[in-house]
């Protein structure tokens, strides 16, 4: 029966996540920011930004969700549950600034969330040290493609980049816990892999 909720829960939080239906635990960093004006190249420009990051954030709650659940340590589970959480609040707060974008989220959502949960199983059923250590190379790998966001949003943008800031910050944190928590370092050939896969999600999320 246990399993059978479990089950149900997962199905309710793939539903929500890919509907784009998130709520934010702490204020959104861009409360506050005035809203400039925009030309439509530059509103575009942001907008995929914006879209590229929420498919991440679609991504993470997979990944976390599937570590979680198959993880075999009751820390290391708490550790994702809790990512997981400031994960969430990504997920709302680059969902928000889309929709104020005059934009939308990525059109595959439901194939990424999908082959994020698939490799965040295969990364829990290693063992819990190369599970971690998926972490630390995956947030290692977002916090670079943050922090070239910065640098390519529209300079008056100033709404977007204070997400992408603390965005950046948090994920800095998730590598660094993971790896205080034993995380394993990925073989070179994994992370050229990692690093491939999230080329083509980034490039094709930017217009999808």
């Known amino acids: 029966m246990r399993n059978i909720d479990g089950f ?23 409360l506050g920011v005035p809203d400039v004006a925009l030309d439509h190249a530059e509103r575009r420009h942001s907008a995929g930004l914006m879209r590229v990051n929420h498919v991440g954030e679609v991504c993470a709650q997979a990944l976390y969700d599937a570590q979680a659940r198959f993880s075999t340590t009751d820390a290391i589970k708490k550790q994702f549950a809790q990512a997981a959480q400031e994960e969430g609040d990504h997920l709302a707060w680059t969902a928000e600034r889309l929709q104020e974008l005059g934009s939308r989220p990525s059109l595959l959502n439901p194939l990424w969330y999908a082959g994020a949960y698939v490799l965040g199983a295969a990364a829990a059923k290693v063992g819990d040290a190369h599970s971690l250590g998926f972490v630390v190379e995956t947030e290692r790998q977002v916090e670079a493609h ?10 008056q943008d100033d709404k977007s980049r204070a997400i992408v800031a603390q965005m950046r910050i948090d994920e800095v944190e998730h590598g660094a816990a993971a790896h205080e928590m034993g995380a394993a370092e990925l073989p070179k050939p994994v992370q050229k892999a990692m690093q491939a896969a999230a080329k083509i999600m980034t490039t094709t999320a930017y217009y999808l």
Do not use: E, M, Q, Y
């Open 8 to 30: 149900i829960a997962g199905i309710d939080k793939a539903l929500r996540v890919i509907a784009g239906v998130a709520v934010a635990s702490r204020p959104n960093p861009a």
């Open 146 to 155: 943050l922090a070239s966001h910065l640098t390519s949003l529209p300079s």
